[in-house]
């Protein structure tokens, strides 16, 4: 499976931005997948995740009420809507994706494919 990820940009704090995970190569409706970020200087961190039926959603406690991950099986994407965004939310966003029927986990070696990332920059 191979995933690419899309729509970081620069944005002043408040403002959205929707991210996008394009997958291909694989059955996508048969894995949950999961967006991270990393921050400069700090470990890649769990962000929100979503079961492969998009029935269940999770997310972090820094993001809860204003981050929204949803998916559409039909065009093998995963989304990320970001709003109310904060200068504290600038890192590279990663979606990855995770095989099986499962919650979708929280450590990175639960995930078997990874997107390459995009940068997202939240000015003060």
């Known amino acids: 499976v191979q995933l690419q990820a899309s729509g970081g940009g620069l944005v002043q704090a408040g403002g959205s931005l929707r991210l996008s995970c394009a997958a291909s190569?694989?059955?996508?409706?048969?894995?949950?997948m999961s967006w991270f970020r990393q921050a400069p200087g700090k470990e890649r961190e769990f962000v929100a995740g979503?079961?492969?039926?998009?029935?269940?959603?999770y997310s972090a406690d820094s993001v809860k009420g204003r981050f929204t991950i949803s998916r559409d099986n039909a065009k093998n994407t995963v989304y990320l809507q970001m709003n109310s965004l904060k200068p504290e939310d600038t890192a590279i966003y990663y979606c990855a994706a995770q095989k099986g029927t499962v919650v979708p986990g929280r450590s990175l070696n639960q995930y078997d494919y990874w997107g390459q990332g995009t940068l997202v920059t939240v000015s003060s």
């Open positions: 190569g694989g059955t996508f409706s048969i894995y949950a």
């Open positions: 979503i079961r492969w039926s998009g029935g269940s959603t």
